[in-house]
């Protein structure tokens, strides 16, 4: 049985950051045992090194306590994640990009191989690492009117191979070609026919609902049998960029702090804040 109430774990609680905030929360349902993980960093989720390194955490604290669910979702029912900060990308000491870097490779390891079910309540748009995100987790319920899509080449900036094949695993090589050489942002009723997400909901509500609806499929479901299942259809993904995290370290370092990219950025940046 769900009961809507829900405790919030000690965990939650809990200060993972070096910046005194809280960006990432998280409230396990004690009937249940499925866990809220909310982002909450104002205005638009954007994905700094102190966010990834709270999710990270938080999902090991998950793993490590046997969380039977994971719903993934934003305090806001704007903006679900505008992906990675950009402004990490104008710092380019290195020490802070390299960190930056890994964090981002361990939350995609951590969260595509957990050993909880997971779902992404997609409740706000979605553009590029929010879409990695959402990509990362078995099932997703997005708000109607919101949008996308892994829009990197708009930026000027070349997806990485696990961003990528996050997105080939779901719609097919394809769509997928079709979609990252475009930087397509697609609508939430573009993306439920072409199968990038599962459902479409009214409200924030209705989307947490549907999301645990989806969990409750694993009810009478061994979480032994479930996981190690996951692991086997899952495992050569995580495996592809277990095997190569230094090389993909170095390829962002390299790409991003080239002239050419930096120059796009800063235009990219400049265009957002005119389109107000
Ligand atoms: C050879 C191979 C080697 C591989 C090498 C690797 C290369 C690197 C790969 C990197 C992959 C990158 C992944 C990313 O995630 S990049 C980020 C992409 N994100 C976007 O393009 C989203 C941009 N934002 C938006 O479209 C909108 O903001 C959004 C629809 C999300 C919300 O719109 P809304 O109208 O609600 O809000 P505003 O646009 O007014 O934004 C509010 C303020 O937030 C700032 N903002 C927005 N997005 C970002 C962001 N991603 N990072 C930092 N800041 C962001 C925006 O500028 C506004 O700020 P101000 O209020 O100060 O103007």
New binding site residues.
Partial sequence: MFLRRSVTLAMSLKNYSSEAKNLVAVAVNNQTGVATVTLQRP??N???LELLNELSSALTELEEKKARGIILKSSSD??F?????????SNTEEGRLKKF?TALQDVWIKLYGHSAPTVACIN?????????LALSCEYRVMLKQK?IG???T??G?????W?IASMENVIGRRLTELSLTTGK?YTTEEALKIGLIDEIAEDTNDAVSKSENFLKLFQNISPFARSQTKKFIRGNTVQSLVKTREA?LK??I???TSEK?QKGLKV??ES??K??
């Fill in positions: 205005p638009v954007s994905l700094n704007s903006v994640s505008a992906g990675l900060d950009i402004h990490e990308f870097w706000g748009h979605a553009p590029a690492g929010g879409c990695l949008t892994l829009n990197e708009k930026l900036i070349v997806a990485p191979l961003f942002m993909d390829a962002f390299d790409d991003i990219v990219y940046m957002l804040k389109g107000k």
